[in-house]
């Protein structure tokens, strides 16, 4: 199948859920709680090896019950850890979020994920240069992003990158990279504001911009393309982005042409919203095809 390895954050969400929004100072009592492995990479690392890749994770965790909690749930889902530093000087990343009034609010502390600096990636540069794929977001420091994606083009190794959550790019970032898949939203901030179909000519058959129910669209070459969604139940949107990274480098790395892998990972990630959770959500490849 070919080797995926994500280099990216990995936290655990707590999710609370309740009829009522608490307001400043007040206290209500929810409905249910959740700790739910997450984390963007963690989350395109899941979703690769659900999908057959040799999947790889670097990043790091905090020595405490939540980094335990995430390294199992990794391995679990058979993804390699050995890239995963345990550090004493931070929690591992944990995100609140409060779901109520059909709305949800999300508190982020990065914490173990902002210990991914140089050294970490020096590390496993020979993991790095072994890969087939690197895989990253922008949940780590910019400039560990940066270093990666450098190490990745002077060693011919492909990198995809999903710039989320949203950030202004370095053109050189963006011209080393493989391959780049934002959303809409990140697409505007990335290209300040540019026409999506101008921007997707100027780099064909790189730029995949996920447009979520209305599918996918990139340039060819030739003419610009739209991959539509399928028409599916929803039941849970959250991780329909990373299962699509992830699937999207599986696909690749096996061997896929770049519209056979973009529709593979589109349907991976319709198949994921029919499901609740982000992982749990995540096909298997059986299942998927």
């Known amino acids: 199948m070919g080797k995926v390895v994500v280099v990216g954050s990995i936290n655990v969400d707590m999710v609370f859920t309740s009829d009522i929004r608490p307001k400043a100072g007040e206290t209500v009592l929810g ?16 979703a690769a090896a659900k999908l057959g890749a040799d999947t790889y994770m670097i990043g790091c965790v905090g020595n405490d019950s939540n980094g335990e909690f995430s390294l199992e749930n990794l391995q679990d889902m058979k993804v390699n850890t050995e890239g995963v530093k345990i550090v004493d000087n931070a929690p591992t990343g944990v995100a609140n979020i409060v779901v109520a009034d059909n709305d949800n609010s999300i508190i982020v502390i990065s914490g173990a994920n ?4 140089k050294d970490v990636i020096n590390n496993n540069k020979k993991l790095i240069l072994s890969a087939d794929m ?3 977001q922008l949940e780590i420091p910019m400039e560990v992003v940066e270093f990666v994606v450098e190490i990745c083009a002077e060693n011919k190794v492909k990198v995809l990158l999903n710039p989320a959550p949203a950030a202004v790019l370095k053109k050189s970032l963006i011209e080393k990279a493989a391959y780049i898949t934002p959303n809409e939203h990140e697409l505007k901030l990335i290209f300040d504001n540019q026409d999506t ?11 995949i911009v ?38 999207l480098a599986a696909a690749l790395v096996r061997g896929d042409s770049i519209e056979d892998a973009i529709i593979f990972a589109n349907k991976a990630a319709s198949f994921t919203v029919t499901k609740l959770g982000a992982q749990s959500g ?7 095809l």
């Not at 179909?197 to 730029?207: E, R």
């Not at 669209?217 to 299962?243: F, L, M, Q, W």
Request: proline share 5%; with cysteine; glycine share 12%.
């Open 210 to 247: 996920t447009m979520g129910s209305k599918g996918v669209k990139y340039h060819d070459g030739n003419e610009i393309r739209e991959i539509p969604s399928k028409k599916v139940e929803v039941v849970d949107t959250t991780g329909a982005g990373d299962t699509f990274c992830g699937a």
């Open 197 to 207: 179909d101008s921007v997707l000519k100027s780099y064909p058959n790189k730029l």
């Open 282 to 288: 995540m096909p298997e490849l059986a299942e998927l």
């Open 134 to 136: 690197v895989l990253l």
């Open 114 to 117: 902002f210990e991914v600096n």
């Open 31 to 46: 409905n249910t709680f959740s700790l739910i492995p997450g984390g963007k990479g963690a989350n395109q690392a899941v």
